[in-house]
């Protein structure tokens, strides 16, 4: 069984609130999973298939968007990466 690997992914939302993205390659498929707070309120999204992308993808975003860079979170650790075999 191949372990889930978390990989820069990028993602920028029409308005300012906390998030986090992170894609997660598994044996099966690849996923990527946004979790966003507003007001005390967390939802968690699932989106996939997707295409890699790499840390120069990012620093390019964050260069070109400086306004929008504090929202960009490139990288979230899981406490149990098994959940993205779910």
């Known amino acids: 069984m191949t372990s889930p690997s978390i990989t820069v992914w990028r993602l920028c939302l029409p308005y ?9 390659s598994t ?4 996923l ?3 979790t966003a707070t507003l007001e005390e309120r967390s ?3 699932e989106f996939a298939p997707l295409p890699p992308f790499s840390e120069e993808s990012i620093e390019d975003v964050m260069a070109q ?5 504090q929202w960009i979170e490139t990288w979230i650790h899981f406490d149990v990466p098994q959940k993205a075999e779910a």
């Open 65 to 69: 968007l400086p306004e929008v860079a």
């Open 32 to 34: 990527l999973l946004l």
């Open 43 to 45: 939802w968690v999204a």
């Open 16 to 24: 300012k609130q906390w998030h986090k993205t992170a894609k997660i």
């Open 27 to 30: 044996s099966s498929r690849d």
